[in-house]
């Protein structure tokens, strides 16, 4: 089993910036990526960024160029690096961990952003 906590959400106003980190606690040799997800309020949860192992890193469309997922030698934690932030980011974000046999999420962070 994988532990996924999240920290970091927060309130911050247009253009802001916050930084998102997932520490992963348990069996994780076996998780072979990590990723970041989000869920605004009425919509579907959705893939923000991803890193593999192998630091392979995507983006959504709508983030490209203003968040940024890293993490150290480590596999854990791993830091999302959100700026320029718009309204349309709030949401709660999730942190996801990749097994070869499962998906394991954390409880979320919520991040609201004011215009």
């Known amino acids: 089993q994988v532990q996924l906590v999240e920290s970091g959400g927060g309130s911050v106003q247009a253009g802001g910036s916050l930084r998102l980190s997932c520490a992963a606690s348990g069996n994780i040799l076996s998780i072979n990526a990590m990723g970041w997800y989000r869920q605004a309020p009425g919509k579907q949860r959705e893939l923000v960024a991803s890193i593999t192992g192998g630091c392979t890193t995507t983006y959504a469309d709508s983030v490209k160029g203003r968040f940024t997922i890293f993490r150290n030698n480590a596999k854990t934690p791993v830091y999302l690096q959100m700026n320029s932030l718009k309204p349309e980011d709030t949401a709660v974000y999730f942190c996801?961990?990749?097994?070869?046999?499962?998906?394991?999420w954390g409880q979320g962070t919520q991040v609201t952003v004011s215009s």
């Open positions: 996801t961990g990749l097994s070869a046999v499962k998906r394991y």
